[in-house]
């Protein structure tokens, strides 16, 4: 089994930056990827910023440019550099795991984030 424990999210003016951090534990053999996804009420959950092992980091659209998404390989961390926060930024973020075997997909618990006008 695999934790995932997220800490960062607050609130922050228009403008400003936050960063978000995920650290996995548990029974890691071996990561295929990790993610930030945000998800608002009533609507679906949306992908922000994925980075694949071994592979170039990728993301949202709307995020492209402002925020950066890193891992730390030996501390099964990963962080959200959030920058240039804007009020459509609002949201409730996830991180996600998921494994090379078997393409297992941990997630978790979420991380509020406000963006005041």
């Known amino acids: 089994q695999v934790q995932l424990v997220e800490s960062g999210g607050g609130l922050v003016q228009a403008g400003g930056s936050l960063r978000l951090s995920c650290a996995a534990s548990g029974s890691i053999f071996s990561i295929n990827s990790m993610a930030w996804y945000r998800q608002t009420p009533g609507k679906q959950r949306e992908l922000v910023a994925r980075i694949v092992t071994g592979g170039t980091p990728d993301y949202a659209d709307s995020v492209k440019g402002r925020w950066t998404i890193s891992r730390d390989n030996a501390k099964n961390t990963v962080y959200l550099q959030m920058n240039s926060l804007k009020p459509d930024d609002t949201a409730v973020y996830y991180c996600?795991?998921?494994?090379?075997?078997?393409?297992?997909?941990?997630w978790g618990q979420g991380t509020q984030v406000t963006v005041s006008s």
């Open positions: 996600n795991l998921r494994t090379t075997r078997y393409s297992i997909v941990y």
